[in-house]
C-alpha cells in the first residue's frame, strides 16, 4: 500500500491549481471520487465539488485541484499528492500501467486500487445512486452486484497502434484521461491468449512493424485457449499517426506506410508459428469515414468459429458485437432467464394463439435466441430480432438454424426506429386486422440508450414484461423513468460486475405493467 511519502501521481497539475486536503465522500460513475472544498469564488460561499482519480471512499487525501472547464458549475479535478488516511480497502494495483507513479497511465483501468468487494458494493450504490438522482426514483430494488474473475477475464480486445520516437510500431491503449496512446507490455485483464499475443508482438520490433504498417487498430477475439481471431483495421487517409512525441518534435515522426495486405499475412503466418490458437486474419472496416458498402474482409482461416454459453454452442465471428467476458455472459443470460421465468406461466406454450419474444438492437441475436434454445422457448412461437448491422443479423441466421429454430426465428437487418416505422405502416394498412403483441420486449441498446419512439412502442405493445439490458445507468434510469411514466412498474434491477477494475457496470432491468388505473389524470402510452 501506498504510503503518504511514496505516493505521487506523475502528473501535470492544471494551471491555477489549488492544494488542499480532502475526505473522499463517494465514487462517481467514471470512477473518480467525490469531495468537497472550500470554494475558491468569494462571491460563492459554498463547497465546490471536486472529483479526485485513484482514491477510495473513506480516505483523507492531500490533492493539487484545478477547474478543467469554464463551466462554473463543472467539478473541479483533483490529482492525489500524498495519502494521509488511507481505506482498508486499498490494494497495490497488479499492472504497471495502472500505477499511480506510472510516467504513461494506461486508461483501461480506473480502480485496480481498490478491492473486488468494494468494488462489487460501489458498482450497486453507483447503480441506486443513477436511479435516485437522475430518474427521481428512490425506491427500485437493486439486488448485489454479480461478481466474475477478476483478472484474464477479458476475451475480446481492440489495441490501438502506436508509433515510438524511434519509428517503430507498437500495440497499446490511450493514455488515461487523454487522445495520446501509449504501447503496454502486459495487461491483466486481457484473456491469457490474448496477453501472450500481445507480449510476442511488442516484443519482437521486426515483426511488429510489418505486421502493423499502415495500421491503426488491432482487434482480438479469443472463444477460449485453442482459438484467436484476429482483426486489422488500415489507417484512412484522413487518419492521423498516434505518436508519443512532444508537440516541438512532431515534425520528425515518421510518416504512414501503406498497408499491404500480403505482407501481413505473410507475417501474420510467421506469428502462427508460436502461436498456432490464430485461426483467422481479417481485413476490418475503418470505424470513421468507412465508404458506404464496405464489408470486413477475410483473409485467412476460419469465417466463423463456436463458442458454449450455457451448455449451448453458438457460432460467432470477428466483425461483429459480441459481449467481452464469457462469464459474466452467462450471468447475463441467467439473469435474463429468471426474469422471463418469473412472469410467465409454468406450463408449456401450446400451439394455440402467439406468444412473441421480440429482442432490439440484437446484434447477432444471443439473448432470444437463448430462450428459445432453452426450456424456455416452449413458452413462446417466435422470436423477433431486429439489428441494424447486416453481418450480425447473417450470423444471428446461421445460429438460428444449428439451433433448429429457424421456423420460429424472424430477424430484420435495420434500425431499430425504422423497424418501429415499418411497422406502424404495417399495421395502419391492415385495416381489420389487429397487429401482432409481444409477449416480452428485450432491449440492449448502445451506451446513449434508446430513442422516446422506442419505448412508447414498447410501452403500449408489450403484455408480459419489457427487459431492458444496459452497459450505462445513466441512460438506463433515464430510460426506465420513461418506462414507468407510461404505464410500467420497475420490478428489479441486477447489475453484474462483467468488467471487473473498471467503473463499468452491466445492468438486467424487469419491468412488468403497473396495475391500471381509472384515475383519468394518468399519463397515456402513447402521445
Known sequence: MPSSKTFRARQQAPKQSKTTTVNIEKLVYGGDGLARMDSQNPEDPRKAIVWVADS????TVTIEAAATSRSKKAPLKGIIQSIEAPSVHRVQPTCQHALAQAPERCGGCQWQHMDTQAQLEWKGTIVAESFERLAKLPNVTIKPTL?????????????????LPNGNLRLGFH???????????ECPIAAPPLEALLKTINNQPELANELLQGIQRVKARATDETTILLGLEPRTDEEPIDTSYEPNTVAEAPQAEVWDSTQALEVFQTLRETHPNLKALWQLIPT??????SEPQLLWGESVVTTRLQ???????LPHFTQAQPQGTEQLLTTLHQAIA???????????????????YCGMGLFGLSIMASPLGAQFSKVIGVEGDLTSVELASLNSAQLGISHRSQWHAQAVEDYIADWYLEASLAENLAPNRITIGIIDPPRTGAKPVVL??????TDKAIIYISCNPSTLARDCRHLTDNGWQLAWVQPVDCFPQTYHIECVALLTPAPKTEDPSAPHLLR
Open 56 to 59: 477510495i471512499p473513506g480516505e
Open 147 to 163: 461478481g466474475n474473475s477478476p483478472w484474464h477475464y477479458r476475451h475480446t480486445i481492440t489495441w490501438e497502434v502506436v508509433t
Open 175 to 185: 493514455q488515461r484521461e487523454s487522445n495520446t496512446t501509449i504501447a503496454i507490455s
Open 288 to 293: 470513421e469515414d468507412a465508404p458506404e458498402g
Open 311 to 317: 451448455n449451448i454452442e453458438y457460432s460467432i465471428s
Open 342 to 360: 418469473s412472469v410467465m406461466p409454468t406450463e408449456a406454450k401450446t400451439t394455440a394463439g402467439k406468444t412473441i419474444v421480440w429482442d432490439g
Open 456 to 461: 412508447d412502442w414498447l410501452a403500449e405493445h
